[in-house]
C-alpha cells in the first residue's frame, strides 16, 4: 500500500508468440460474493479475444518517457467482466526481452509496483540501466510493465483538477477542534462527489478482483499460458487474489512486503493497523538519528529529535514555510523516513538544517511544484485509482462516530500518520458506487509454490500481512528479513534475499523451509 497523499496535504511521492486455445478456463470463486461465474466466463471470452490479437508493439510515444529498445503497446479488456463483449477500455503494457538466448528465455515477468494506483511502466528500464539485482533474471524473462485500469496510460481517472489538488499548503491533518474535523469531513466528501461527477462510469468496476482479470487477459495478449508475477505492496494484494481466481495460471509468483489477506482487514483495518507500525517505524529512524548527533546535531534520544520535529511542525502550522509549506506538506516529506530507509539521511539533514536556522531544504522537499502539471496530473491520478479501489473493494463504515473514536484513540499513542490516513481514506465512508465483499484469498488447485519475502519492521505493511498470505496459500515459502523495515525488500542490496528470489525465479526452488536473512545495512550519513 502506497501513502504518498493525503487529502490534507499535496501529494508526494514504482512480441510473444501466440498460444490461441493454450488459455486454461479460470476458476470460478463461487464461494466468494461478488466474485461470481459470469466474471469467469468473461474472463475467458476476453482471454481468448486477446490470445488471438496479441500485442502491436511499437515504439513507446515520445511523451511517455521511456526509450527503445523498449517497447510499448495496448490491450483491450472489458469494463465489465460480466459483460465481456460490452465496454472495452484500454491497458497500457510495455516490454523489453529478455538478454539472454533463445534457450535460456522462460517468458515474461509482470510487474505491479503497488498502490493501488502506482504504475509499472518503468520496470522494464531495470534492464536498459543495468540493475545489478536483476542481471541475472532478465536474461531468462522479458520484463513488462503495465499501467492498471485507471492508471496513467489506462483510461486514466480523476477527482480533482491536478492543480487544486497540488496546491498547498492544505491544512493542518491533526484536528485541534470539531470545527478541524467538520472542515476534514466536508473535504472527504466533496473529494468522493468529485470522484463520482468526473468519474463515476468507471468507479464500480475499479476493484482489485477486476484488476487481476486484467492481468490474465495481458497475460493472454503475452502468449503466456502461464503467469510469471513480481508484485510489491498493494501488488502483493493483486497477486493474492490473482492467485486465488486462477492458481492453475501461476508460473512463478514473488509477492514482496505483503498487504494482510484478511478479509477483515480490507481496507479499514489495514490502515488503522499501518497507523501503529508507522509509528513504531518512525520511532526507529529518530532512534538513528539520535545516534548520529555528531552529524545532524538534533540530539542524542528520540526525545530531543522529536521535540525538533514538533517544533518544526509547530513553525509551520503557525506560518506555512515561503507560503507553501505547512504541517500537511510536512508530512508528505517526512514521511518517507518509516517508508524507505534510503530517506534517513536527506529526511534528517533536512530537519537538521531547519534547526540551524535554514528553512531552504524542507521547503525544496516538501513543497509542491506548481510548475510539473505532469508530475501533478499523475499524482493526483495515483491518489484518486488508490481511493476508487480501496473505496470499492469493500464495505467501509459510515458512521462518522466509529471513524472519530478509532482514530482519536489510535492517535493518542500513534499520532505520526494516524489522522492524516484518516482523511485520505473518509472519502470512503461516502462512496456513490457499489462496495463490494473482499474475495477469500486461499488455495486453489494447481497453484503452484509462491515465495513471500517481507521485512519485519516495515510501516506500510505490517509483518502479520506475510504471515496471513503464508497460511492461505498452503503450499508458499516465507522468506524474512529480521529487523529491517524499508518498503519493497526485493529491491535492495541484501544477498540473502537477492540470491533466493534468482533462484525461485530461475529454478522454482527455495529453500526447503522458512528462512530467515540478515538486514541490509543501516544508512549512515
Not at 187 to 192: D, G, I, N, P
Not at 289 to 315: I, M, N, P
Not at 349 to 377: E, R
Not at 390 to 415: G, Q, V
Amino acid at each position: 500500500m502506497r501513502r504518498t497523499a493525503v487529502l490534507g496535504s499535496a501529494g508526494t511521492l514504482i512480441a510473444g508468440t501466440l498460444m490461441v486455445g493454450a488459455i486454461a478456463a479460470p476458476v470460478a470463486n463461487a464461494d466468494n460474493r461478488d466474485h461470481g461465474r459470469s466474471e469467469a466466463r468473461g474472463v475467458q471470452v476476453a482471454a481468448d479475444r486477446a490470445a488471438r490479437q496479441g500485442i502491436n508493439w511499437t515504439d513507446c510515444p515520445t511523451d511517455w518517457a521511456i526509450a527503445k529498445p523498449i517497447q510499448c503497446g495496448y490491450v483491450s479488456v472489458p469494463l465489465d467482466y460480466a459483460r465481456p463483449n460490452g465496454k472495452q477500455i484500454k491497458l497500457a503494457v510495455d516490454r523489453i526481452g529478455n538478454t539472454g538466448t533463445k534457450a535460456e528465455r522462460q517468458g515474461a515477468l509482470i510487474y505491479n509496483p503497488g498502490g493501488p494506483g502506482g504504475s509499472g511502466m518503468q520496470f522494464p528500464t531495470r534492464v536498459t540501466k543495468k540493475n545489478p539485482l536483476w542481471t541475472n533474471t532478465s536474461k531468462a524473462y522479458d520484463f513488462v510493465g503495465f499501467d492498471p485500469r485507471g492508471v496513467g496510460h489506462s483510461t486514466p481517472i480523476s477527482c480533482v483538477d491536478p492543480q487544486e489538488y497540488a496546491k498547498g499548503p492544505k491544512a493542518d491533518p491533526v484536528p485541534s477542534s470539531e470545527a478541524d474535523k467538520r472542515a476534514q469531513r466536508k473535504l472527504a466528501a466533496e473529494y468522493a462527489d468529485g470522484c463520482a461527477e468526473r468519474s463515476g462510469w468507471m468507479l464500480p468496476y475499479l476493484t482489485t478482483p477486476n484488476t487481476a482479470r486484467d492481468l490474465d487477459v495481458i497475460r493472454a495478449a503475452l502468449g503466456e499460458k502461464k503467469l510469471n508475477y513480481l508484485g510489491v505492496s498493494y501488488g502483493t494484494y493483486l497477486g493474492a487474489v490473482y492467485g486465488t481466481l486462477f492458481p492453475s495460471h501461476v508460473r512463478r509468483m514473488i509477492v514482496d512486503s505483503v498487504v494482510n489477506p484478511d478479509q477483515d482487514n480490507i481496507w479499514y483495518q489495514a490502515n488503522l493497523e499501518q497507523d501503529v507500525a508507522f509509528q513504531a517505524r518512525w520511532n526507529e529512524w529518530e532512534d538513528w538519528v539520535a545516534k548520529y548527533d555528531s552529524k545532524f546535531h538534533l540530539g542524542t534520544t528520540r526525545a530531543q529529535v522529536e521535540a525538533q520535529w514538533l517544533k518544526l511542525r509547530a513553525d509551520a502550522k503557525k506560518k506555512p514555510l515561503d507560503g507553501k509549506v505547512g504541517p500537511a506538506e510536512l508530512l508528505g516529506f517526512f514521511q518517507k523516513a518509516p517508508y524507505y530507509d534510503s530517506y534517513w539521511v536527506p529526511v534528517a539533514q533536512a530537519l537538521s538544517a531547519y534547526a540551524a536556522g535554514d528553512s531552504k531544504p524542507v521547503v525544496a522537499a516538501a513543497a509542491s511544484d506548481m510548475t510539473d502539471i505532469a508530475g501533478n496530473i499523475a499524482s493526483e491520478n495515483g491518489n484518486a485509482v488508490y481511493t476508487a479501489v480501496e473505496c470499492a473493494d469493500a464495505k467501509w463504515p459510515t458512521s462518522w462516530r466509529k471513524w472519530d473514536r478509532d482514530n482519536t484513540r489510535l492517535n493518542k499513542d500513534y499520532p505520526f500518520l494516524t489522522w492524516s490516513n484518516a482523511w485520505m481514506n473518509l472519502p470512503c465512508a461516502t462512496w456513490s458506487t457499489k462496495q463490494q465483499n473482499p474475495i477469500e484469498v486461499k488455495t486453489g488447485k494447481g497453484l503452484p509454490q509462491v515465495l513471500i519475502v517481507q521485512s519485519t519492521n516495515d510501516a506500510a505493511t505490517p509483518f502479520q500481512g506475510a504471515v496471513e498470505l503464508h497460511k492461505a496459500f498452503k503450499n508458499s515459502r516465507l522468506v524474512i528479513e529480521k529487523g529491517a523495515g524499508s518498503h519493497g525488500v526485493t529491491g535492495l542490496v541484501n544477498p540473502c534475499i537477492n540470491s533466493r528470489v534468482d533462484d525461485y525465479l530461475l529454478t522454482g526452488k527455495t529453500d526447503k523451509a522458512d528462512y530467515t536473512c540478515t538486514p541490509h545495512a543501516t544508512p549512515v550519513p
